[in-house]
């Protein structure tokens, strides 16, 4: 299998695609966590990432293609691949067709986990996270008010990142961006789309990605 993941953000990307690499043993190819991974490690790719990163500017297109090209030749991605985070923009497509050429593969499909943008926001700005051990809970999953983590007891808080106004700018950017790629890959053939409702909960959504994807 070699997907593509599209979906604004809080659409449950992640989530999903750790449940297609537990059942169909494919590799989740997260940018996130290569971009860290890269910095933690001081890379040549790392360090040059985090003088952007430094400066408050995100890191160039041609950094992270070198970072997901790098990663896609690695041993383990023979089996397939979920694609999470990348390709962000046409450009960036583009440069993903590229490194698919070079390595004779294809995409199988590229899927588009859509969620109403209310119910979104309504998602992210109740996820509060952990001080002491880091996890993140959704206050819209629990019965009863809580400050504390259920695991740990640690105090709650919210990031600078779930605030309503950073959340709305991130949908701004997705549209502007991302959302281009969905008529993209239609025109391609590619795009398969699962609508995901509010009550669903991840194994609902699961259900409809397999039904999607034909699995």
């Known amino acids: 299998m070699r997907l593509v993941l599209l979906g604004a953000p ?10 297609l690499k537990a059942k169909y043993d ?13 910095i933690r490690e001081k890379t040549e790719l790392g360090l040059r990432a985090e003088t952007f990163m430094h400066e408050g500017e995100l890191v160039p297109d041609v950094i992270i293609i070198d970072m997901v090209k790098e990663r896609l030749h690695k041993d383990d ?33 590229v899927l588009l986990i859509k969620v109403d943008e209310n119910v979104l926001i309504g998602r992210l700005t109740n996820r509060r996270t952990c001080r002491a051990c880091g996890k993140i809970l959704n206050l819209l999953d629990v019965t009863a008010e809580t400050k504390n983590c259920l695991d740990c007891g640690g105090e709650l808080y919210q990031r600078d ?7 709305r700018h991130r949908f701004e950017v997705y549209r502007e ?17 699962v609508e995901v409702q509010e009550h669903y909960m991840p194994e609902d959504t699961f259900k409809g990605v397999k039904a999607a994807l034909g699995l």
């Open 77 to 109: 991605v023979v089996k397939g691949f979920i694609m999470d985070g990348f390709p962000r923009d046409i450009r960036q497509a583009e440069a993903f067709d590229k490194i698919l050429i070079e390595m004779n593969r294809q995409l199988d499909a």
């Open 161 to 167: 990142d779930d605030s309503e106004i950073v959340i």
């Open 10 to 19: 809080g659409s449950g990307k992640g989530t999903q695609a750790g449940f």
């Open 177 to 193: 961006q991302t959302e281009p790629l969905v008529g993209w890959y239609e025109g391609k053939g590619l795009l398969r789309t």
């Open 26 to 38: 494919c590799v989740h190819v997260s940018t996130g966590d290569i971009l860290r991974r890269h």
